[in-house]
């Protein structure tokens, strides 16, 4: 039910009488219709009938999913809206499936939560509806595959782990998965993410997956995540609050990239897509990545390690340098990289920067369209100086403020000419209560928009 609009006759219901009743319009506001017998009907507030996008929708249907969450088949009356029905029905099966996602570890977690959804409308609209119910199924499975991998532990989801994982649903969706173990690290000069693993007894791992379209690629694209399975900071140990216990999921932007990437082959996206996920826990221990050590990158760069815990920027270092040996048109990072983002944009908003305009301007689009907002930072060269050192090429960590911008120039001096963007998820891989789309916990931010970056994509 729209703003100044009247419920459906056949509820029996005035404007009055559900105003009455506390029910507003708007989105997020929601009324229980109960009756002895029959399904349970919930008028869901739809905001303002010309405003509504594809987002307004999705969280319509978030909020009206949670508000009854014992009953497991939902049906949804699709509104007749100024908008395609494709679109319409993606969004309101991702807001569905989204807001019902529970984080299960085994077999005898929670049991699903959603069994059925079904939309109805009009025949004439049918053949676009199912157009759209599919794509949705499709990235709801990446992002709820996001949020799992997000969501395990890192004592059980090691970078072997995730290897496995990669190999498995990589085989499944049509992608060439190869891992790179630690001997082939040590040949290969990755010395960022050789580093930072010293400290672990976990081996590292780096994931290469390529997406191959049917004919001659549109474009190509080479993505790169931060996987750090456990982030402790390495020998500058972060303290034991409770932000801290949410660092296993200093990987969702590698998590972000593998679930995107088992969508592009049903889609049909048309460009050729790389990923690097670079893969390790970040330990302290005696033999563990010491301040004021010095480390060499792929590629020959040194750098001095002030602090240990700066070690996201390490990792993706080697593989930003491989991105750039290959034919690229773009490179794209996401990562968990900066507390500074967090407090900058908070948990809804994730922080862009990169050293092209075009680039820049594909990931905000993408950004919009499955609303997982972003918002540019500049990629101030003012501030280069702050990553100096005397001894080594740079040094991992800038000064106390702008701390997202130094950690982007950071990774700017390993990308070469390439046109790159970079994606700071650290406020928005994590919800702290249900909001819009996401739930509490885990958001899966990053996957949508890195399947919707790919099918669009433009050298
Ligand atoms: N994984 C963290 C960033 C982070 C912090 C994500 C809080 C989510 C919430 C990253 O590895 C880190 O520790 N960054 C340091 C960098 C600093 C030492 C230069 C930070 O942001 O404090
Ligand atoms: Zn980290
Ligand atoms: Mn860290």
Not at 83 to 110: N, Q
Request: overall charge negative; charged content about 25%; proline content about 4%.
């Amino acid at each position: 039910m729209f703003e100044g609009e009247e419920p459906p006759a056949h509820l029996g219901y005035s404007t009055d009488r559900v105003k009455e009743l506390g029910f507003t319009s708007k989105v997020g506001s929601t009324l229980q219709l109960v009756t002895p017998e029959g399904p349970v009907v919930v008028l869901t507030g739809g905001g303002q009938r010309e405003e509504v996008d594809t987002a307004q929708v999705r969280d319509a249907v978030a909020v009206f999913a949670r508000a009854v969450p014992k009953q497991t088949h939902l049906a949804l009356a699709l509104p007749a809206l100024d908008l395609d029905d494709d679109g319409v029905a993606s969004a309101a099966l991702e807001g569905a499936a989204l807001a019902r996602y529970v984080y299960r570890i085994g077999e005898d977690g929670p049991e699903a939560k959603l069994d059925q959804f079904v939309v109805v409308a009009d025949s004439a609209r049918h053949e676009a509806v199912r157009t759209g119910l599919d794509r949705g199924e499709v990235l709801v499975r990446a992002t709820k595959l996001a949020r799992d991998l997000a969501g395990t532990p890192g004592g059980i989801l090691t970078a072997t782990r995730i290897g496995e994982v990669a190999e498995d649903v990589g085989a499944k969706t049509g992608l060439e998965v190869e891992i790179f173990v630690e001997d082939q690290l040590v040949e290969m000069g990755c010395g960022g993410l050789l580093g930072v693993n010293l400290g672990s007894v976990e081996p590292p791992v780096m994931v290469k997956l390529v997406y191959r379209p049917e004919g001659e690629p549109t474009g190509r694209l080479t993505l790169v995540g931060k996987g750090i399975m456990y982030d402790a900071g390495g020998l500058a140990l972060k303290p034991g609050d409770e932000v801290h216990a949410t660092m296993k999921n200093d990987m969702t932007g590698a998590a972000a990239i593998l679930a995107a990437m088992t969508a592009l082959r049903e889609l049909g996206c048309t460009a050729q897509v790389t990923g690097y996920l670079m893969c390790t826990d970040n330990m302290p221990d005696a033999t563990a990545l010491k301040m004021g050590d010095i480390i060499v990158m792929r590629g020959g760069k040194t750098v001095e390690v002030i602090n240990t815990d700066a070690e996201g920027r390490l990792v993706m270092a080697d593989a930003l340098v491989l991105a750039t040996e290959e034919p690229v048109d773009a490179i794209v990072d996401i990562a968990t990289l900066t507390g500074a983002c967090l407090r900058t944009f908070g948990t809804e908003i994730a922080g862009i920067i990169g050293n092209n305009a075009g680039v820049l301007d594909q990931v905000r689009a993408a950004a919009d369209r499955v609303d997982e907002p972003v918002w540019e930072l500049p990629l101030a060269r003012r501030y280069r100086r702050e990553l100096k050192s005397e001894i080594a090429d740079l040094r991992n960590m800038g000064g106390i403020n702008a701390g997202s911008i130094t950690a982007a120039l950071f990774l700017e001096e390993f990308v070469g000419d390439v046109p790159w963007a970079h994606i700071d998820i650290a406020g928005t891989a994590q919800s702290p209560s249900a909001e819009k789309w996401p739930n509490k916990g885990t958001t899966g931010f990053g996957t949508r928009l890195l399947i919707d970056l790919a099918l669009n994509f433009r050298a």
